[in-house]
């Protein structure tokens, strides 16, 4: 089972439009448009940005948007701000005959 | 509001068995239609999700780890827990327990603050 692919680093200032990629296969991203992408402060555990590949949980600023195309899903967020520094990961349903869920390696986000 | 408690020892010998539970408060663990979930994350690393328990009691595991994870929920104490046998410095890892939703792909919208568990003789 092989991590999904993230940048390791991007970054952006005040204000400004960042895109994370998580690049997987035809058989979780590619299959299911089931992804979720996760925040994650030091020290802090993750924290639920975004799921079903585009949907935002109660809470979660409309700055935070997902999309997906093909075996690439995508995390946008705009009018960046400092609190917006963290790390970030994807995850992706996987496999319908051994049901099981795949992250991806992380990327952190730095406002500059 | 749902809350999430890991506990368990924070020191493990290599070769034994990790075992950690999780206590959830705020809700019943037997009710509506969840995925209880354990991830882990090393130091300085990403994410690995271990698996997970359906209210049914039916569960999944990652394909890598599964022949030494074992998943159990204890529903009058309102607790799952997580066993990991067979333990290496590998291993050495903050565990998190979450819940899951049935739908949308399972996101896990509850967690637990972690607990650290080192393998060391």
């Known amino acids: 089972q092989s991590a999904l692919t993230q940048p390791a680093s991007v970054s952006g200032s005040p204000g400004q439009s960042i895109t994370i990629s998580c690049t997987g296969t035809?058989?979780?991203?590619?299959?299911?448009?089931?992804v979720s992408w996760y925040q994650q402060h030091p020290g802090k555990a993750p924290k639920l940005m975004i799921y079903?590949?585009?949907k935002r949980p109660s809470g979660v600023s409309n700055r935070f948007s997902g999309s997906k195309s093909g075996n690439t899903a995508s995390l946008t967020i705009s009018g960046l701000q400092a609190e917006d520094e963290a790390d970030y990961y994807c995850?992706?349903?996987?496999?319908?005959?051994?049901?099981?869920?795949?992250f991806g390696g992380g990327t952190k986000l730095t406002v500059l | 509001q749902v809350q999430l408690q890991e506990s368990g020892p924070g020191l493990v010998k290599p070769s034994q068995t990790l075992s950690l539970t999780c206590t959830v408060s705020g809700g019943s663990i037997s009710s509506g239609s969840y995925y209880w979930s354990w991830i882990r994350q090393p130091a300085g690393k990403g994410l690995e999700w271990i698996g997970r328990i359906y209210t049914s009691g039916s569960t999944n595991y990652n394909p890598s780890l599964k022949s030494r994870v074992t998943i159990s929920v204890d529903t009058s104490k309102n607790q799952f827990s997580l066993k990991l046998s067979s333990v290496t410095a590998a291993d050495t890892a903050v565990y998190y327990c979450?819940?899951?939703?049935?739908?949308?792909?399972?996101?896990?919208?509850?967690w637990g603050q972690g607990t650290l568990v080192t393998v060391s003789s």
């Open positions: 995850c992706s349903y996987a496999g319908s005959s051994t049901p099981h869920v795949v």
């Open positions: 035809s058989s979780d991203v590619g299959s299911y448009n089931l």
């Open positions: 979450a819940r899951a939703l049935n739908y949308g792909g399972n996101p896990l919208d509850y």
């Open positions: 079903e590949g585009s």
